[in-house]
């Protein structure tokens, strides 16, 4: 990994073995944006690259020739008004109403490593030789404003990270209504556009369309990244498909309004930007104070999309997701919700404990209800101190109770919020965001806190660490049940009022940060009514997340699909639940529930001590079973091997495959029994062509001795082949097949 700066043409260059980038400063000193995708050579000059034409119904940056518009020409971090009619990256309201802006270049520095971004979750690197950040200031010198403009190479992936921050050494107080983290101005369209998108309990669906001209977008403006979409998009060629083909992808490491956006301009020109959503934000400037953005990850694949994913989730893996739960194995939990929502008793929790510590499971997870006045969703959040009525001994009596049985303890939170009906509102009332003189919206029954304020976050901090402190705990559920509406925040002026939202989502992350560092060896889990703050941001504060609230194994099949393009395995919170299904009624074999949840961070929740002897001994060896392969399940490279959202809608096949390629686990899996089906031969990728394979199919036996290479080219038979009909299996059956590789 290496960044050159040639100063003849002014132009640097960040490569790996696997991506180059390359920026230019333009005649005019902006910067221009050369070229982004596979390794290509160095050299002094790429000054061709910048294409620059006479075209009509065009201004032009000199006043004697038509030979430079920044409406032409490919830019790193563009502004409106001045020649380039499309959609910029910043804009700056300045005090006499303009918002004309020029930022060109002043210098640069190259440093070891990548530095942090104070408050806001970032990429990280441990040893400096894994990354080279480059940084680029520009200034504006009528407003003395910089713009520094980061990049961020890593040594062995195929992904650079960029933020910007303006700093002001000026004398006046404009406006930032717009500061998104990346732009990124590619010279053609030819792209299918891949967003995520979809709703409460059906969370990072696939959706595709190809670019044309114009814009093509994604945002969220509740104040959470949100189930409806997710920031994160891929721009792939049309014949590109997971397993080849050309593909680039951009990631925003932030958990509130953000904007995504491709705009094809009339000469096929796609400029694509992520970040902080311009809609209802604005930042005062103040002198002597700066802004930083989130960070945007941008990825790049010449092999197809399963590359792509996988670049995210060594990224996410081992630079984003911090502290003692990064690399260790996640514990197989039990979660009382689904079990008895509001309804439980100590007695009740203790008889679930008992049977999740019979079956193997290691964390039992008391979920909403245990605090405050909070017998249903009405009242008590905010207060979080046990409720005597449901918990005699308090939450250190129940922690005590469930170490004794040899399990560890987690217990749900919902910071961000307070009901009415709480001790927390009735004596500080002015907590809540809500605007003055206007009706407060609910949602759940529920209002959201003013987190753009330290002290209402000092104020949760306090009674919370005292309850981990006290209570013993291992775990935390920490959930996030509705957007924000009424977004005004009593502590600031009319004029900071667009900053709340971003204040606020800043508050959450110093809530968390001071809670993993006084309590490091709590293991955080992210929620937000399941999937709806299912993003990057959070993964640097909980290392893994509750994927969605639909627990069907039907719609886990997609949404987990859904959510692998862009996220790790490790960080999927996947559990089996009861038939029929609380979200769509349906019923799937237990064999099956148990496969999908296999691929993620094993759980239950569903009433243990209702269940039969021979559903508990089959949980008990799925239990045994995962423990076995978790590793691979957790850390392994994964493989959309058939995938729902491309290929045949009624099959699902993923395969995980340890490091050392000498284990593998494949699970097929089919939503519709079908008639006298097709013969199906699966090939699968990413196995040692030279080791000899054992297959067994788990729970029937071996299915026999192949060769990687073999698998790789003449696939696994997974049909029944002796009769060509299908097998005598229900809708949503699945086969899981462990393969153990050595060498002949
Ligand atoms: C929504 C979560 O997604 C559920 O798992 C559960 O924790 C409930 N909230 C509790 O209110």
Not at 277 to 282: A, D, E, G, L, R
Not at 333 to 357: M, P, Q, S
Not at 365 to 382: I, M, N
Not at 384 to 397: C, D, K, R, S, Y
């Amino acid at each position: 990994m290496t960044i050159i700066f040639h100063r003849s043409s002014r132009e640097f260059h960040l490569f790996n073995d696997h991506i180059s980038y390359l920026i230019k400063v333009l005649e005019n000193d902006q910067l221009g944006q050369l070229y982004f995708g596979a390794r290509v050579d160095d050299a002094d000059d790429h000054s061709y690259l910048v294409e620059n034409t006479y075209r009509p119904v065009t201004a032009y940056v000199s006043k004697d020739d038509y030979s430079f518009s920044l409406a032409n020409v490919r830019q790193e971090y563009p502004a409106y008004g001045t020649s380039d009619f499309r959609l910029p990256a910043l804009e700056l309201a300045q005090e006499d109403g303009s918002t004309v802006t020029n930022f060109t270049y002043k210098d640069y520095r190259i440093i070891k490593g990548k530095p942090k971004l104070p408050g806001l979750p970032a990429t990280y690197v441990e040893d400096d030789r894994d990354a080279e950040t480059l940084v680029i200031t520009l200034t504006d010198e009528k407003l003395a404003i910089d713009l520094e403009l980061s990049y961020t190479i890593f040594a062995n992936l195929a992904v650079i990270a960029r933020n910007a921050r303006f700093i002001n050494h000026g004398t006046t107080s404009p406006q930032l209504t717009r500061a998104l983290s990346l732009n990124l101005d590619l010279p053609d369209a030819d792209y299918d556009w891949l967003q995520f998108s979809g709703a409460w309990g059906r969370e990072r669906q696939v959706k595709a369309t190809h670019l044309r001209q114009g814009e093509q977008s994604v945002s969220s403006t509740r104040g959470a990244s949100g189930h409806m979409e997710n920031p994160f998009v891929i721009l792939k060629r049309p014949h590109t498909d997971d397993f080849q083909g050309e593909a680039l992808a951009v990631s925003l490491v932030y958990s509130g309004n953000f904007l995504a956006l491709a705009e094809v301009d009339p000469y096929q020109v796609t400029r694509l930007q992520i970040g902080i959503n311009p809609f209802h934000f604005s930042w005062q400037l103040a002198p002597g104070e700066s802004f930083q953005t989130p960070e945007a990850l941008l990825a790049y694949s010449a092999t197809g999309l399963n590359v792509l994913s996988q670049s995210f989730h060594r990224l996410y893996s081992k630079h984003l997701v911090r502290g003692e739960w990064r690399d260790r194995p996640r514990p197989v939990l039990v979660n009382n919700w689904e079990a008895t929502y509001f309804n439980f008793t100590e007695e009740k929790l203790l008889a679930i404990a008992d049977r999740a510590k019979e079956i193997g499971a290691e964390l039992f997870v008391l979920d909403d209800g245990w605090f405050g006045k909070r017998t249903f969703e009405t009242a008590g959040l905010g207060d979080w101190w046990p409720n005597p009525a449901q918990l005699p001994h308090g939450i250190a009596g129940l922690s005590q109770q469930i170490h004794a049985r040899g399990l560890k303890f987690g217990l749900w939170f919902e910071p961000e919020m307070a009901n009415l009906d709480s001790d927390l509102y009735r004596n500080h009332p002015d907590f809540l965001l809500k605007t003055p003189g206007r009706r407060m919206s609910q949602g759940r029954r529920q209002y959201v806190l003013d987190f753009a304020r330290p002290e209402v976050v000092d104020y949760i901090h306090d009674l919370m660490a005292k309850v981990l402190r006290e209570g013993q705990v291992d775990y935390v559920k920490w959930d996030m049940n509705r957007n924000i509406t009424e977004c005004y925040s009593a502590a600031f002026p009319p004029a900071q009022q667009g900053e709340i939202f971003h204040r606020y989502i800043l508050g959450v992350y110093s809530l968390y940060e001071r809670l993993i560092q006084e309590f490091p060896h709590i293991l955080f889990e992210s929620c937000a009514s399941g999937g709806g703050r299912f993003d990057a941001g959070m993964l640097y504060y909980a290392p893994q997340a509750w994927t969605s609230d639909d627990s069907d194994a039907a719609m886990r099949l997609l949404i987990q699909t859904g959510t692998s393009y862009g996220y790790p395995l490790s960080s999927m919170g996947a559990h089996v639940s009861a038939v029929p299904n609380e979200q769509v009624h349906r019923v799937t074999p237990l064999n099956t529930r148990g496969n999908v949840a296999f691929f993620g961070d094993l759980g239950y929740e569903l009433d243990l001590t209702s269940l039969s002897k021979e559903e508990l001994a089959q949980i008990k060896e799925q239990i045994s079973f995962y423990k076995r392969y978790r590793e691979v399940f957790q850390h392994g490279t994964f493989y959309r091997v058939q995938n729902p959202f491309a290929g045949d809608p009624n099959w699902v096949g993923w395969l995980v495959v340890s490091p050392d390629q000498r284990t593998a686990l494949y699970a097929d899996f089919k939503f519709l029994n079908d008639m006298n089906a097709p013969y199906r031969r699966q090939v699968l990728p990413g196995l040692a062509p030279d080791l000899t394979y054992r297959v067994e199919e788990v729970g029937k036996g071996t299915v026999g001795d192949f060769s990687g290479r073999d698998l790789a080219h003449i696939g696994l038979v997974t049909s029944d082949a002796a009769s060509g009909v299908e097998e005598a299996t229900t809708d949503f059956a699945s086969r899981l097949y462990l393969l153990e590789g050595s060498r002949a």
